[in-house]
């Protein structure tokens, strides 16, 4: 049984949303907005279901109940590929790259044209698809890089590569599950200024834990624990939290 | 005309003539007709090993099962032959002539619904490219749509081998049972025995072996080829950059099941007969070996694969009759262990630098950074003593 949920002027509303595991809820009657252009961090403890929600909304796993209105169209009874093609792009936890090919022809595949399989047959690197390709590229600190095997990039290029394989499609929602992951301090550095390059004209939502890049970086935090909220605001609000500072960020 | 090098690279087509040259010419000259005969029953082997190369080396999606659309192939191509020999005069002795003779003799009076159409030249040539294609869409939209990858749909397909000889067997008195379909004499009045026939045979079957090749390299060097090493690779990435990942998963097994489904046509119409031993678990597999064998990720190799493989097969087998299956797995063995990417492979890593070198004047290239993944390049002699370009 569904919850009819109202329209909103949010770009994304997720209402009462849960997810149940044999009767473990590990999203438990979750209320969650995003903003247009804003950059929103999730932060919370292991297990808190911070990556739930976001496999949720692309649907990678499926709501028990609730709803995830993305536009106002409702996302938790679309397939994966409907879902990206309404404008969800998802980056996974450890990069997800097409390692046997060049950096050019992972940001091709991802480009957002000749989807289905006759059009990938009928598919033409065209001028518009060169162009792109380099301009994000680009963005990504990849351009030198373009003619190389992907599995020959660093850790820090693959997670580079994963978000320029996203910004390619240009999604309205990116959804990050932490980006600076095995970085070093001034690969964080730049992908912080990336982040706040590419939040122009849409929303993100990224999952961390790195206090100091959240900080850099976060318009608004949330945070998770045991599946619900326990936390939401600024981020000075949340770090000065009481309860946040029991269960996460400690004294 | 086709521009091919809008899709082939200069080596591409440089092998492509090469196996031409093989298959059209020196073949040819050097064996007699038996020989020919049974090298043209090789390459029609090939069909399945180049469509496995697309599903298995490509896609990664491995199939056990390959025979079962060999053998429709081949069983529709059968059909026809049988029905065309099959005429009220030359079955006059039978109890019901006009009908095949194993139906005859298992007390069959009327032909087959099922097998009337087969009546029709036309229909069988559509038949041979449908049928297979029609059943392997059944199969993948029901295992992929569902995301049954993997171990598991090897399995399947393996079962479904066993299942479709199992069948084929047991109806003995609509397919032949476990003789198969023989005594196939005519096609359209041309007797297909004749060494002439078989001649004419074996260059359709050349001629058909180029085009699929020159299609599978354009499939292959368009974005679906790439998507297919995508999927193989990080499924998931492929499913969230906007695709429906199980329709292209169909797409690639229904075109391999065509491609095998147009050798085991060639096979019936070379050999003269087809039955379940070409259908089941045993030849599937074996199917999959000579495409190991070639490199699963290159047709061409796939092609000389089936051909090495084959001829080690019929070599041993006329001479140490017991032996050849300890062989076979032993190859099988070695190729996983020594060279995972098969001849191709090995062709990559110690003849391609020279060849491009010397014929394309191509520099060889820089070393990556990273660890070669087709092996380490041989030592090569020529280096020191080669002048400076």
Redesign the interface.
């Known amino acids: 049984m569904k919850t009819v949920t109202s329209n909103t002027d949010f770009l994304l509303a997720i209402e009462n949303l849960t997810v149940s595991f044999d009767g473990f809820k590990a999203v438990n009657d979750l209320n969650l907005y995003v903003d247009e252009n804003e950059i929103h961090v999730i932060i919370g403890p292991n297990g808190a279901g911070k990556t739930t929600v976001l496999d949720l909304i692309?649907g990678?796993t499926r709501a028990t109940d609730g709803s995830i209105k993305f536009h106002n169209r409702e996302l938790t009874e679309m397939?994966?590929?409907e879902i990206?093609?309404e404008g969800v792009?998802?980056k996974?936890q450890n990069p997800?790259?097409?390692?046997?090919?060049s950096v050019f022809?992972?940001l091709?595949?991802?480009f957002?044209r000749?989807?289905?399989?006759f059009g990938?047959?009928?598919?033409k690197r065209d001028a518009e698809v060169i162009d792109r390709v380099h301009e994000i590229a680009d963005m990504v600190f990849l351009k030198e890089l373009l003619d190389t095997?992907a599995?020959?990039l660093s850790h820090g290029q693959k997670q580079w590569l994963?978000i320029g394989?996203l910004l390619i499609?240009d999604p309205e929602l990116l959804m990050l599950d932490e980006p600076v992951a095995g970085m070093s301090v001034s690969e964080r550095k730049q992908t912080a200024k990336l982040l706040n390059e590419i939040t122009k004209g849409r929303s993100v939502m990224v999952v961390e834990h790195d206090m100091k890049f959240v900080e850099d970086i976060a318009h608004r935090v949330t945070v998770l624990h045991q599946g619900k909220i326990l936390s939401e605001g600024s981020m000075a609000k949340v770090q000065a939290d009481p309860k946040v500072i029991d269960v996460y960020l400690g004294h | 005309m086709i521009n091919l090098k809008s899709f082939m690279a200069r080596q591409d087509i440089l092998a492509l003539l090469i196996l031409a040259a093989v298959i059209f010419v020196a073949m040819p000259l050097s064996m007699d007709i038996f020989r020919l005969n049974l090298f043209g029953k090789y390459l029609t082997y090939a069909f399945v090993a180049i469509g496995l190369v697309l599903c298995w080396g490509k896609g990664g999606i491995l199939s056990l099962g390959q025979g079962v659309f060999f053998g429709l192939g081949g069983y529709c191509m059968a059909m026809y032959l049988k029905l065309e020999s099959s005429t009220p005069e030359a079955t006059a002795i039978q109890s019901t002539p006009g009908i095949p003779d194993f139906m005859d003799w298992n007390q069959i009076t009327a032909l087959p619904w099922f097998w009337e159409p087969f009546n029709s030249l036309t229909f069988t040539l559509i038949a041979i490219f449908v049928v297979p294609a029609l059943f392997a869409f059944i199969i993948g939209a029901a295992m992929f749509k569902r995301r049954v990858g993997g171990v598991y749909f090897a399995i399947i397909t393996q079962a479904i081998a066993a299942i479709l000889t199992i069948l084929i067997i047991g109806q003995q008195g609509y397919t032949g049972g476990v003789n198969g379909i023989t005594d196939l004499r005519t096609l359209k009045g041309w007797d297909i025995r004749s060494d002439e026939a078989k001649y004419i045979l074996y260059y359709v079957n050349g001629a058909l072996l180029i085009g699929v090749l020159i299609l599978c390299q354009f499939?292959l060097q368009?974005?679906?080829g790439?998507?297919l090493?995508?999927l193989?690779?990080?499924e998931?990435?492929?499913?969230?950059?906007?695709?429906?990942?199980a329709?292209?998963k169909i797409?690639v097994f229904c075109f391999a099941a065509v491609l095998s489904a147009i050798g085991g046509a060639m096979f019936t119409l070379q050999v003269g007969f087809m039955s379940p031993s070409f259908v089941g678990i045993v030849p599937s597999i074996e199917m999959v070996i000579f495409c190991a064998v070639g490199g699963r990720l290159s047709i061409f190799g796939a092609v000389y694969g089936t051909l090495l493989v084959n001829w080690a097969k019929t070599t041993f087998s006329e001479t140490f009759p017991e032996l050849w299956l300890f062989g076979l797995g032993a190859l099988f063995i070695a190729v996983v262990l020594v060279f995972p990417n098969g001849l191709s492979g090995l062709y990559r890593s110690y003849l391609a630098p020279h060849v491009d070198r010397w014929i394309f004047r191509k520099p060889p290239e820089e070393p990556?950074?990273?660890p070669e993944?087709l092996g380490t390049p041989a030592y090569d002699p020529e280096a020191v003593t080669r002048p400076a370009e």
């Open positions: 692309c990678r397939r994966e590929h990206v093609r792009g998802r996974f997800s790259i097409y390692e046997d090919l022809e992972n091709e595949i991802s957002p000749g989807r289905s399989v990938a047959l009928a598919f095997q599995a020959f994963e394989m499609q | 499939v368009s974005k679906l790439r998507l090493v995508a193989r690779d990080k998931d990435r492929v499913r969230f950059s906007g695709y429906d990942v329709n292209f797409f990556s950074t990273g993944p």
